[in-house]
């Protein structure tokens, strides 16, 4: 029987982005997970914390440790990393998410096929606490999860999720990787990920989905909290109008528009749905928290389109 150690996957360097103390044996999970994987280098990347980086290089060993070179934001640590990296193929994981066995090798798979440009795997939300029994599984991207109505098997996508992707090197270069200052940082929930995947997608390749490629994150109890759900959904719908103003041309938001055409008013009819037919108040809350999430998120859209047009970032890392 072969072992997971056995298995190797020269091809591929793993880049881990981290930026906090706070989560330091999140980190130290996440790298013990990846370990058995195979990858050619686990390259840690910390972002602006000099306490943190020399912690990482003391006591965290057989891990490559950079310091973020670019903006703060993990955007830039993943560039960097990225950057650094020799490998066709770089794989990307966040410094609190676990892989489960076999990840890094489900996840290159598709790389067989010269028309893939990038793939990303499934994302399990591992809640700290029991999720409210009001939050609804649509709106699981809102903690980082993926939620239902996402492929079932390996099949192409618009876009993927950074704490759980691979692409190709030299493609990623081509567009000058994330977009530097672009991304998740404090209050702001831009979409760097999605962005990156739009502007690889101009090039021709494809970007795939592998639900088998499965990792882990982790959830704190105060992103079960209604008021955190209604800021991110608003700070989402932010986010999206920005990337849109720097995609000009594309259909960048076709994606969110099939969301609300297909998935939303699925959510909101079902929850009613089985609330009427004896299942409680919990399937009603669930149905509102969707529509609340969608009027949180169209206010920050709107609020984004009328604020005042002014260059938000460069293109990527130079």
Request: positive net charge.
């Amino acid at each position: 029987m072969i072992g997971r150690a056995s298995i190797r996957h020269p091809d591929a360097s793993l880049v881990i982005p981290c930026h906090t103390q706070r989560r330091w044996d999140s980190l130290v999970a996440a790298v013990a997970s990846v370990r058995p994987e195979g990858a050619a280098e686990i390259i840690v990347v910390v972002d602006h914390n000099p306490a943190l980086l020399q912690r990482v290089r003391e006591e965290l060993t057989g891990v490559t440790v950079l310091a973020n070179r670019f903006r703060p934001g993990a955007s830039g640590a993943r560039n960097t990393g990225a950057l650094f990296a020799v490998t066709p193929l770089v794989a990307f994981l966040d410094g609190d998410a676990r892989v489960r066995p076999g990840w890094l090798g489900r996840l290159i798979a598709p790389f067989a096929d010269p028309s893939v440009v990038g793939t990303g795997g499934a994302i399990r939300p591992d809640w700290e606490r029991t999720p409210p029994r009001w939050f609804p599984d649509e709106f699981l991207w809102t903690v980082g999860g993926s939620y239902p109505g996402l492929p079932t098997r390996v099949a192409p996508v618009r876009n993927v999720w950074s704490a759980n992707m691979a692409v190709r090197r030299d493609s990623f270069r081509s567009v000058d990787g994330f977009r530097d200052g672009f991304g998740k940082l404090g209050d702001r929930a831009r979409p760097e990920d999605t962005d990156l995947c739009l502007r690889l997608g101009r090039t021709g390749g494809r970007w795939m989905y592998v639900p088998d490629a499965l990792v882990d994150h982790p959830v704190e109890a105060e992103r079960g909290r209604f008021g955190f759900f209604l800021r991110r959904c608003f700070h989402e719908g932010r986010g999206k109008i920005q990337m849109a103003r720097l995609l000009p041309g594309q259909r960048s938001l076709a994606s969110e528009r099939d969301y609300l055409r297909r998935t939303v008013p699925h959510a909101v009819l079902t929850g009613l749905s089985r609330s009427l037919r004896g299942g409680g108040a919990a399937p009603a809350a669930r149905a509102g928290a969707v529509l609340a999430g969608v009027a949180a998120a169209a206010a920050g859209g709107a609020l984004e389109t009328l604020a005042v047009r002014r260059p938000v970032a460069t293109n990527g890392a130079q």
